[in-house]
């Protein structure tokens, strides 16, 4: 006697649309550059030690560093950054 065996793939189909990447900032210099940091440590200090040598190399006008130690929590300054910064470097992981 034969027994017929029903096998079910578990594999998804991802439906994601393209999406164009923002446009890049282009040169540096003159410009605000924002930084991020996630609460991590030693985090600032190398958002700090980024920003000091993206001030001396590419001649940042400002790189304001600012903290966001929990990804869930709102921050009030976000809106401040947006027109503040023309860019963003945010400190994701460990």
Do not use: W
């Not at 001030?55 to 869930?72: C, D, N, Y």
Request: hydrophobic residues 45%.
């Amino acid at each position: 006697m034969r027994s017929k065996v029903a096998l079910l793939v578990p594999e998804g189909r991802v439906r994601a649309l393209p999406v164009a990447p923002p446009p890049r900032m282009g040169e540096l210099r003159g410009k605000v550059v924002g930084f991020l940091h996630n609460g991590k440590p030693n985090a600032d200090f190398l958002l700090a030690r980024l920003a000091d040598l993206l001030r001396e190399k590419h001649g940042l006008a400002g790189a304001p560093i600012r903290s966001k130690p929990r990804v869930t929590e709102p921050a009030e300054f976000i809106d401040e950054m947006a027109a503040q910064c023309q860019g963003v470097v945010n400190a994701l992981g460990d």
